[in-house]
């Protein structure tokens, strides 16, 4: 073998070796994931860390409401989000006629009651004044909720998507005061009790177990959980998102930071 072909092959072996070395490259466009302020998003900063590991660029676009991150993805603005429990996405599909799948859980926020008046819901008085999401599902939820606490007592067949109309017994005559979610925090001064979801409940540096009158089983139906377009389910991009946000180092830091105010559903 003569100099010349010694160079060749050595120049080579120089590139399949870099090759081999460098790290998996990411897709040009990146994937857009919706999320609500607070926890999803804080937990989709470490799943865009994890995913790029693996060739997979993620942007995150954060909004404050529960409305715009189903719209966005339908209109293909978003590729996918990563912000509503199950129930809250079916009846979105039911009523908006949106083509989305569910692809992966999440997390579980447990839904609790909070009060700046009184320390139990006990202490409600004639005709106080409680807040509940103005959305269906959630609105359903709060209801559930205040039934198991005994406050009221719903209709047998009220299902999960309770609503005020469905109220069988309300002995303290309480007033429901359907309200938007994200608004529910700021609402509390004007409120005698509020159910307010988890993740609003941690953005407004509310928890839970340290802070709630209320709290809901930790085991229900409410998981939150990733949605695409239907036609997307199947792309190599959405196995790669689900294997970052179903890592041991998610799960490990969902634990570490958020205590028993949010739970891994995987």
Same mark, same amino acid.
Not at 2 to 11: C, G
């Given at each position: ?6 160079? *060749?092959?050595?120049?080579? &072996?120089?590139? #399949? ?40 660029? &993620? *942007?995150?676009?954060? =909004? ?18 990563? $912000? *509503? ?12 006629? $949106? ?8 997390? !579980? ?20 004044? #409680? ?20 406050? &009221? ?74 949605? #695409?377009? !239907? ?6 991009? #959405?196995?790669?998102? &689900? ?9 490990? =830091? ?13």
């Amino acid at each position: 073998m003569n100099r010349r072909q010694l160079v *060749q092959l050595f120049t080579g &072996l120089g590139i #399949v070796a870099a090759l081999a070395a460098a790290p998996v490259l990411a897709q040009d466009k990146p994937i857009k994931i919706g999320a609500t302020g607070g926890p999803h998003s804080e937990i989709l900063e470490l799943v865009k860390k994890i995913a790029a590991k693996d060739g997979l660029n &993620l *942007q995150i676009i954060e =909004f404050s409401d529960y409305i715009q991150p189903n719209a966005a993805l339908a209109a293909g603005d978003l590729d996918a989000n990563s $912000y *509503q429990h199950l129930p809250y996405l079916q009846a979105q599909i039911k009523d908006r006629g $949106y083509q989305f799948t569910n692809v992966g859980y999440t997390i !579980t926020f447990p839904m609790g009651v909070y009060s700046k008046k009184i320390k139990s819901l006990k202490d409600l008085k004639s005709g106080a004044r #409680v807040g509940i999401p103005n959305d269906p599902t959630n609105g359903g939820r709060a209801l559930l909720l205040l039934q198991a606490e005994g406050v &009221l007592k719903l209709k047998p067949d009220a299902g999960l998507k309770a609503t005020p109309l469905d109220i069988a017994d309300n002995p303290k005559k309480i007033k429901i005061m359907e309200i938007d979610a994200a608004q529910l925090p700021r609402s509390l001064d004007d409120l005698d009790a509020a159910a307010i979801n988890g993740n609003y409940a941690e953005s407004a540096g509310l928890s839970p177990t340290k802070d709630g009158i209320a709290i809901e089983a930790a085991k229900g139906p409410y998981a939150n959980v990733i949605a #695409v377009r !239907t036609a997307d389910k199947d792309k190599p991009w #959405v196995a790669k998102l &689900l294997k970052a946000y179903h890592s041991a180092e998610v799960k490990t =830091f969902v634990t570490t930071k958020y205590k028993n105010s949010v739970i891994t559903s995987w």
